[in-house]
């Protein structure tokens, strides 16, 4: 079974910076997209940057230039650098990734992390 590990949550000031990080692990063949979404209090959960296989990157309006995605291919890994941030950054952050199990599966699955909170305060 393959699952997704995030950490690097907690509590931060306004302005501070925090580093999440998710493992994936199992049975792995190889990752495409990899991403980060997260739901704020009584918000829906929303995309806040995602990552391909081969380096491309995409980001919600809101945390462009002050959020980095990458990721290590080698370590299925991928990260979050957060700058900058402010109150409505406060979210449960879930990690995300289509992977291959291989085999005789030809297509992607998709998995889902617990979350890691993220609480910035002002």
């Known amino acids: 079974q393959v699952q997704l590990v995030e950490s690097g949550g907690g509590l931060v000031q306004a302005g501070g910076s925090r580093r999440l990080s998710c493992v994936a692990s199992?049975?792995?063949?190889?990752?495409?997209?990899m991403g980060w979404y997260r739901q704020g209090p009584g918000k829906q959960r929303e995309l806040v940057a995602t990552?391909?296989?081969?380096?491309?990157?995409n980001y919600r309006d809101s945390v462009k230039g002050r959020f980095t995605i990458s990721r290590d291919n080698a370590k299925n890994t991928v990260y979050l650098q957060m700058n900058s941030l402010k109150p409505e950054d406060t979210a449960v952050y879930y990690c995300?990734?289509?992977?291959?199990?291989?085999?005789?599966?030809?297509?992607?699955?998709?998995?889902w992390g617990q979350g890691t909170l993220v609480t910035v305060s002002s």
């Open positions: 995300n990734a289509d992977y291959s199990p291989g085999g005789s599966y030809l297509g992607y699955l998709e998995v």
């Open positions: 199992g049975k792995i063949f190889s990752i495409n997209t």
């Open positions: 990552i391909s296989s081969g380096g491309s990157t």
